[in-house]
Nanobody, 126 residues
Framework: HVRLVESGGGSVQAGGSLILSCVASGYKPGEHSMAWFRRVPGQGREGIADIDGDGTTDYAEPVKGRFTISLDNAKSTLYLQMNSLKPEDSGMYYC????????????????????WGQGTLVTVPS
């Protein structure tokens, strides 16, 4: 079992940056994959970025070149560096964890992850 707690959300002007963090209790390097998803009202969860147990990463097309997913194994913490933020990046961001090695690269699919955090809200006013 992996317990996930996100932080770092907030309101930032377009063009600004944020770093989201997710502390993952029970995370084991190489055994778990992790990801960030976003949900906006009225829509389903959208995969933003993931990182597999071997370090392979995937990004949704709209965030490529602007967002970076990373893991600090020593701190069991997942990060999402978000640069050049746009209003369409707004939403509730969720951290997710699952079993390593089963991700559907390059797709980021929510049913590949079984543990979820409570989310952190990102707002980029237009």
């Amino acid at each position: 079992h992996v317990r996930l707690v996100e932080s770092g959300g907030g309101s930032v002007q377009a063009g600004g940056s944020l770093i989201l963090s997710c502390v993952a209790s029970g995370y084991k390097p190489g055994e778990h994959s992790m990801a960030w998803f976003r949900r906006v009202p009225g829509q389903g969860r959208e995969g933003i970025a993931d990182i597999d147990g071997d370090g392979t990463t995937d990004y949704a097309e709209p965030v490529k070149g602007r967002f970076t997913i990373s893991l600090d194994n020593a701190k069991s913490t997942l990060y999402l560096q978000m640069n050049s933020l746009k209003p369409e990046d707004s939403g509730m961001y969720y951290c997710a964890a699952g079993v390593a090695g089963i991700l559907l690269h390059p797709r980021i699919v929510d049913n590949q992850f079984e543990w979820w955090g409570q989310g952190t809200l990102v707002t980029v006013p237009s």
